[in-house]
């Protein structure tokens, strides 16, 4: 599809969508300034997509969106400026997560999204699997610059983990929660995990890829029968078991995601350390983690980016521990 | 050596961002050394945290530094995280000591947050001394191993 083609498509969405009483096809040409004929053409498209649209004496309306993750349709209703500005979509692919590794080599900026309804060889962290049934889960990946690469680690999880959680409680809520540093859980199970990744392409600005894989609409069948105890989706943790839209949850995820990262450039970490802290239960609570081999338990009196986790220990005093050296944390 | 000759190699030493510079004229020997990122030489500025885990510099700093000039190469980490030797508890380690390397061979993992981050020599030669311990916290720029350039 073209660029223009794209864009009509895209301002057709968002016009629908802002109008359930339908819009005036003449109007539409007018404020999309284009013509009859590509007006046309992108109501073909539309219904070759599986929308919903009726015509009724010249006024269009978008009766009902499929839950796809169609790149016009996810940018219709998108406010941001980066994130999410290009998006590679493919109903089938092997892994998002490789796929934006090749868009990096190809030079494709900060922002770039890449989104499947179904991966075929998805994987986890350490070349673990994560098992997709087709449409019902949410995965994508974003490139990322790093910055500063020395810390990147805890400044894209921490603000990725806060953007996931918050999406989740912002579009269903469920009392989603962040279990350090990287998994999303809702009522102590998992729903959702990220997979940050980092290669040296010897060609600045370094940029990583951020992967979030979130169990959305799969049914009990749909998980592994293994993972049943531990894992769940956000659609059987409703009381109604009532579908969740996708495409609504990505774009609040991504709304979040463009926010912190925005805070964090401006070096505004106290409010994203905030909300963090609080998703994570660490807000005066017992820990016990790993840190350089030995084992530490404290209680938190600070957590945040840069100030890492201050600790109220045995005897009372008190010590800073880096979110990088933190291994096997848990919440007491 | 004269004076002037001596301020054209301050200046030369300046313009380039020398750290070091080796001269000996008879049996012609050159030495330049660079302030190259990140840190070389002990340029570090110091972890801006401090943490329970802050010794880690201490080991071998010393040493390092006359390593350093007897031509040795130092890998540093390029990330604050932990360090392990293999990809896996039961995996082989990456490298040990009497290892040779080239530019491409990764030499261990800096673990953070999940992030799993390979580190690769960007040197060839011999590992000759392994500066951390499986499991260790590390800091931005502190010495991971010393090589021996091919």
Redesign the interface.
């Known amino acids: 599809m073209t660029v223009e083609a794209d864009r009509i498509l895209e301002g057709l969405l968002g016009a629908l969508d802002k109008a359930p009483d339908g819009v005036r096809r003449d109007d539409l040409a007018e404020f999309l300034q284009t013509d009859a004929a590509a007006l046309d053409r992108a109501w073909a498209a539309l219904k070759r997509d599986r929308f919903e649209v009726r015509e009724e004496q010249g006024l269009w309306t978008l009766v009902r969106a499929p839950d796809r993750l169609l790149p016009h349709w996810v940018r219709a209703r998108l406010r941001t400026d980066r994130i999410g500005a290009t998006i590679y979509y493919r109903e089938e692919m092997p892994s998002t997560q490789d796929a934006a590794f090749e868009l990096i080599v190809e030079g494709r900026p900060h922002g770039t999204l890449v989104v499947a309804e179904h991966q075929t060889s998805g994987r986890g ?2 070349g673990r699997g994560w098992i997709s049934t087709h449409g019902r889960g949410l995965l994508f990946s974003i490139v990322l610059e790093l910055e500063p ?6 400044v ?2 921490v603000a990725t983990a806060t953007a996931v959680a918050r999406g989740i409680r912002h579009v269903t809520d469920l009392p989603a929660t962040i279990k350090f ?2 998994d999303i859980l809702v009522r102590g199970k998992k729903v959702a995990g990220i997979l ?3 290669k ?1 392409y010897g060609v600045p600005p370094p940029r ?1 890829v951020v992967g979030v894989g979130v169990n959305v609409n799969e049914t009990l069948e749909d998980l592994p029968e293994a993972l049943r105890e531990s894992a769940t989706s956000l659609c059987l943790e409703r009381r109604d078991h009532e579908p969740i839209s996708r495409v609504a949850l990505l774009r609040r995820i991504l709304t979040e995601l463009e926010r912190w990262l925005d805070q964090i450039a401006l070096g505004r970490f106290e409010v994203l350390d905030e909300a963090w802290s609080r998703l994570s239960g660490f807000e005066d609570r017992e820990v016990v983690f790993v ?4 084992q ?1 338990r404290g209680r938190v009196l600070e957590a945040g980016i ?3 986790l201050l600790l109220r220990q045995t005897g009372g005093t008190e ?9 096997d944390l848990r919440v007491q | 050596m004269d004076l002037k000759e001596l301020k054209k190699m301050i200046a030369l030493m300046n313009e380039n961002d020398l750290l070091e510079l080796e001269i000996e004229e008879g049996g012609k020997r050159l030495r330049l050394k660079k302030a190259g990122p990140p840190g070389a030489g002990g340029a570090v500025p110091p972890p ?6 802050a010794a ?1 510099v201490a080991p071998g700093s010393e040493t390092e530094a006359s390593a350093e000039d007897q031509g040795f190469v130092t890998i540093r980490s ?5 360090y392990y030797q293999a990809a ?1 508890p039961d995996a082989d380690t990456y490298v040990e000591y009497g290892s040779k390397v080239s530019a491409e061979t990764v030499v261990c993992i800096v ?7 390979e580190i ?1 020599a960007e040197v060839s030669g011999e590992i000759v001394k392994l500066c951390v ?1 499986n ?3 590390v800091e ?1 720029g502190q010495a991971l191993f010393l090589v021996k350039p091919a």
């Open positions: 962290r350490s690469p020395d810390t990147f680690a805890s894209l999880t540093p990287n940050i990744e980092a040296d990583a840190c350089g081999g030995e530490v840069r100030e890492g010590q800073r521990y880096r979110l990088e050296h933190i291994i | 801006v945290l401090p943490t329970a885990a880690p390029p990330m604050v995280g932990t896996a673990e953070a947050m999940k992030v799993m981050n690769k311990k499991g260790e916290a931005y």
